[in-house]
């Protein structure tokens, strides 16, 4: 059909219905133009809210509304349209994937829903029941039957046309999303408008209608299994999977205990092009040619194994245990075959030297040292609780595209009243929804947080009752050594020198501070009531600001020292770092102490510069002041549980470890074959779960020296990433349904079952298989003679979460999700108690330590107290911003999670190819126009790709969506622009903190 204008008028007959389309989807729009005007049906379309509520009058029969268009509003528009029109018929529209809103989209007033993938099912049926009891005629019935004939009969011309473009099991798109491809784009380009991806996601009916099996499905018995996306998104979607002749056909959301958790996305709807890739790995294969040439030769896993172990044995009787090294990451987080796993239990054994990858630490240390934690990378209030928050803060992190799940929760709390504020470099989809946006320049979040603070303290909008009680601010720090005044120091048993509470991260209880936990030990604070000191214990309203001499000892509060420190931190000096408007910080500060509950929204925007630990630190110090932390709608931290019920003792036998190294150390043990003071002669490497290469700093030296320095490359992965093409041997690993597993990393509380749904395609198999195959060969066979569920019943039956909240086996096979955490809804720091050395928010760190590894140049007396300090490359005083003045931000986007998904070709034709995304104002100063193949490079290398111009971004900020492949770029890869420059205390890769200079091709 041709262009629709806003009001397009179709008459049919005198006495046939009046329906008004209000449908913004233009194929589905026309569909159902085509369909109700060829049935005489008089139509009246429309296109935004204000010619809906302009046009309808009482005339109109039935209104067809795509619910999505009018997320989180279709309540008030239900509303205002019965005001109009109170006999109005009103049809609503939702996805496959949004249909448990049906009943609040009835409760809004609608009279029937329709499932769009559903229409040719459903339309009819729900139009006449809407109509029953109405004045409509005979004719009117005959032809809404018509009606019901004709769209059958373009269905059916639909499926033929997608039996048409299957081949081989294997789905084969065209090149153009068009109407030919609406059964599996409409959802998909909804998803793509941020439309109905947050909850539960965006439907995809396509790709349960790609197949042969599933034109057949009349004749073939479907089979349903339960499993999981087990991605690091974060978000661990539970999913149904559906199998035909022993072939998944599609994926679909499945229900959880808490229907506030249902959930997919669109990468969790794609899954059957994953399993059925063509370029998916097959079989074991040996490199045949150069690295990275490409030739290739296929052997049997026999032939691969012995390969692989007899240079394993070699190289460790020649060099020593540490020769051999193994490298995971996150991309498949289940129990057994994940980052954190079986495999992990061979290299212990054999005692190898582990890369660990310190990514996103710095918000991880810089909440852990101060708030604690419930579990690693989970020190939030669940999602659940948002809707009691009158503030909501989305800092540094962009929901609606990297956790699509969380975004419907901040939505609910905007529905609730909530006012949202958006903090961030760029004009995000998340800060088209804000009611504020707070553009502030790249790396300068902290400034922004210690002027909010100095704010707060100097109004004295601190909630004091919460500070005394559960914070540090009224412990008395010494000036000769920065640690707490005990008992002990003023009685002399140490000569004022107290020993500090020193305790290692992760820890179960860092709540066991000291040997002597004895009055000797108690902390000592100033009586404000008496002018004395006092134990704490003992004193029930303690100074929080001042400076006091104890016995010879000259002490401060801690509050004291804060106050000190942020004191040089006005509104106009931070807007000279941040650009963020001093009245703008000084409304910021206000809203956020006075305009609680407040919950800040955080992730890993901030965290990906030098100083990233710091802005977490001074996000607790703001909460600690105001109280906004440990109550409904009061949260601050991170929000995914990681290890909560661990693997790891599992995997360690008889006191065998792997000797861990972090990331940024390997290129220099590569230089010197030595860390800290010991041989690491590493010369061969297994990779599994994850891409080096596509997710680690430095590509070029990974590629131009590493790689060439080891003797035998192995990944072990399901398709050939950048990783496996510089491989010496590849070994083809199952897809997650095709083996049973448990999926328990995730930003909700809740252990999801995997179940085998279908054997392993081709030569695949699992990583506990192939780990089994090698330790037969290694000589540790015995280590490993026990199935998976045996595995995780020796993880359940040690760890005493699991037993108390009766984690077993038999229970997740039976109930296929089962929630893991008592506490319901997690309220962090509920009650004021906090996972720390002195069960307080620690604002001031008495005895900081690093978080991964002791480097020299550690300094823990610059670690009391959050700071700012710049940036270690992308800021303007940096001398090499003359030569690179644009700073590189590297966008996670809802299409990969990393780099898996890179190649999906449904996905591909939404998003199609790597670009860098610029404001028209640096273009133009470069002479780029849109679509101009654009080179970015700096000292390190250089990436090519497509320009692409926004106007959310600021001058001098360029934006390069991460998550490609090598081979997807027209030249280089964005990981050759990255360093390795880290802050010893926290060690984290800085993907951010780049500078880099583009040039037209």
């Known amino acids: 059909m041709g262009k629709i204008s806003e009001k397009a008028d179709f008459k049919g007959t005198a006495d046939s219905l009046n329906i008004m389309l209000a449908i913004s989807h233009s194929w589905l729009k026309d569909l159902f133009l085509e369909l109700l ?114 769209l059958n009969t373009f269905i059916q011309g639909e499926v033929k046309e997608v039996e048409k473009r299957t081949e081989d099991n294997n789905i084969v ?126 052997i049997s896993w026999d032939e691969a194994v012995t390969i692989i172990t007899d240079k394993w044995k070699e190289l460790q009787s020649t060099y020593g245990p540490r020769s051999v090294a193994s490298s995971t990451q996150s991309a498949n987080y289940a129990m057994v075959n994940g980052a954190s796993g ?165 820890n179960e209880d860092a709540r066991e501070y000291s040997a002597e936990n004895d009055a000797m030990n108690e902390f000592v604070v100033w009586d404000s009531n008496a002018g004395t000191y006092g134990r704490l214990s003992e004193v029930s309203d303690p100074e929080i600001l001042g400076s006091f001499t104890i016995n010879g000892i000259a002490v401060k509060t801690a509050l004291t020292l804060l106050k000190n420190q942020v004191e040089s931190y006005t509104p106009e000096y931070a807007e000279e770092i941040t650009t963020v408007k001093a ?106 779960c994850h891409n080096i290469l596509g997710n680690w700093p430095e590509q070029n030296v990974w590629i131009n020296k590493i790689f060439k320095d080891l003797e035998l490359i192995v990944v072990a992965d399901n398709r050939m990433t950048d990783t496996a093409k510089y491989a010496d041997i590849v070994l083809p690993v199952a897809h997650w349904f095709e083996v049973e597993d448990v999926g328990s990393f995730g930003n909700h509380p809740h252990m999801i079952f995997q179940e085998k749904a279908i054997d392993p395609l081709y030569e695949c198999k699992s990583d506990s298989e192939i780990t089994r195959l090698l330790a037969e060969k290694m000589g540790l066979g015995e280590y490993f003679r026990f199935t998976d569920m045996d595995y995780l019943s020796e993880i359940f039956s040690k760890n005493k979460d699991a037993i108390e909240n009766n984690i077993t086996v038999e229970r997740l096979k039976r109930e296929k999700v089962v929630r893991h955490v008592k506490q319901n809804p997690i309220i962090y720091g509920e009650g004021g108690k906090f996972n720390t050395p002195t069960g307080r928010i620690e604002f001031y760190v008495e005895s900081p330590i690093p978080f991964c590894d002791l480097e020299p140049e550690f ?57 860098v995304i610029m404001c028209p104002e640096d273009a133009k100063l470069r002479g780029i126009k849109k679509g101009d193949k654009v080179k970015v490079f700096n000292d390190r290398g250089s990436v090519v790709l497509r320009a692409v111009f926004s106007n ?15 081979d997807q770029h027209i030249a280089g890869g964005y990981q050759e622009l990255t360093h390795n420059k880290y802050h010893p205390a926290s060690m984290n890769i800085a993907f951010f903190d780049i500078l880099v200079q583009m040039e037209k091709m």
């Open 37 to 150: 005007v060829g049935a005489e049906i008089k139509v009246v379309v429309v296109e935004s809210i204000d010619r809906l509520l302009q046009e309808l009058d009482e005339s109109t029969d039935v209104l067809i509304v795509d619910a999505a268009d009018y997320q989180g509003h279709y309540h008030q528009l239900f509303e205002q349209l019965r005001q109009k029109s109170p006999s109005l018929g009103i049809l609503a529209l939702l996805s496959a994937a949004t249909v448990g809103y049906r009943d609040s989209i009835l409760f809004a007033g609608a009279n029937g829903v329709v499932v769009k993938e559903e229409a040719h099912r459903e339309l009819i049926p729900v139009l006449l029941r809407i109509l029953n009891g109405y004045q409509i005629n005979r004719h009117s019935s005959c032809l809404l039957s018509d009606l019901g004939d004709k």
């Open 173 to 298: 798109f065209s090149g153009r999303f068009n109407r030919r491809t609406f059964l599996k784009g409409s959802a998909i380009a909804a998803g793509a408008a941020g439309i109905a991806v947050a909850n539960p996601g965006g439907a995809m009916k396509a790709l349960a209608e790609s197949t042969e099996e599933e034109a057949a499905a009349a004749t073939s018995e479907e089979r349903i299994f339960t499993g999981a996306c087990r991605a690091n998104c974060q978000n661990l979607c539970r999913l149904n999977i559906h199998v035909r002749d022993g072939k998944v056909v599609r994926t679909s959301m499945a229900p959880m205990p808490n229907p506030e958790y249902n959930r997919i996305c669109i990468k969790g709807l794609t899954h059957v092009q994953r399993i059925y890739d063509p370029d998916r790995l097959k079989y074991p294969m040996k490199r045949v040619g150069e690295r990275g040439s490409g030739d290739w030769e296929r």
């Open 342 to 506: 079986i495999t992990n239990r061979l290299f212990n054994l054999m005692e190898s030297t582990h890369f660990t990858p310190p990514i996103d630490i710095n918000m991880v240390y810089g909440f852990f040292r101060t708030i604690g934690w419930f579990s690693m990378f989970w020190n939030a209030n669940e999602h659940t609780t948002m809707k009691y928050a009158k503030n909501v803060f989305v800092w540094g992190a962009n929901p609606t595209e990297s956790q699509t799940q969380v975004w419907h929760f901040v939505q609910e709390a905007k529905n609730n009243g909530a006012k949202l504020t958006v903090i961030d470099p760029m004009f995000t989809i998340s800060a088209s929804k804000a009611d504020q946006f707070i553009p502030v320049r790249p790396g300068s979040d902290t400034a922004l947080v210690l002027a909010m603070a100095k704010i707060i303290i100097d109004e004295n909008w601190i909630d004091k009752n919460f500070v005394k009680q559960h914070t540090v601010a009224p412990f008395l720090v010494k000036d000769n050594d920065g640690k707490f005044l005990r008992m002990k120091d003023i009685i002399g048993s140490t000569n004022g020198e107290g020993s500090g509470a020193q305790y290692k991260y992760g």
């Open 583 to 688: 009245d703008v910080i000084r409304e910021l500060a206000r809203t956020y102490a006075l305009g609680g509950p407040c919950t800040i929204y955080t992730l890993f925007g901030p965290d990906r510069y030098y100083n990233g630990h710091y802005f977490a630190h001074a996000l607790a110090a703001i909460a600690a002041l105001t109280g906004n932390i440990g109550k409904l709608g009061a949260s601050i931290g991170l929000d995914t549980l990681w290890d909560y019920i661990p693997g790891a003792p599992a995997n360690v036998v008889d006191g065998k470890k792997v000797n861990a190294v972090f990331a940024e150390q390997v290129p220099r043990i590569f230089e010197t074959g030595m860390h800290k003071g010991e041989k690491y002669p590493i010369k061969a490497l297994y990779t599994f």
């Open 859 to 915: 300094d823990p007396e610059t670690e009391h107290l959050p700071q700012f300090i710049a940036p270690i490359e992308a800021w303007p005083d940096n001398p090499l911003y003359k030569k690179y003045p644009l700073v590189m931000i590297q966008e996670h986007k809802r299409w990969r999670a990393h780099t898996q998904w890179s190649h999906v070709p449904v996905l591909r034709e939404l998003d199609p190819e790597p670009t």
């Open 952 to 966: 959310g971004l600021p001058k001098g900020v360029i934006n390069v969506p991460r998550g490609w492949q090598r």
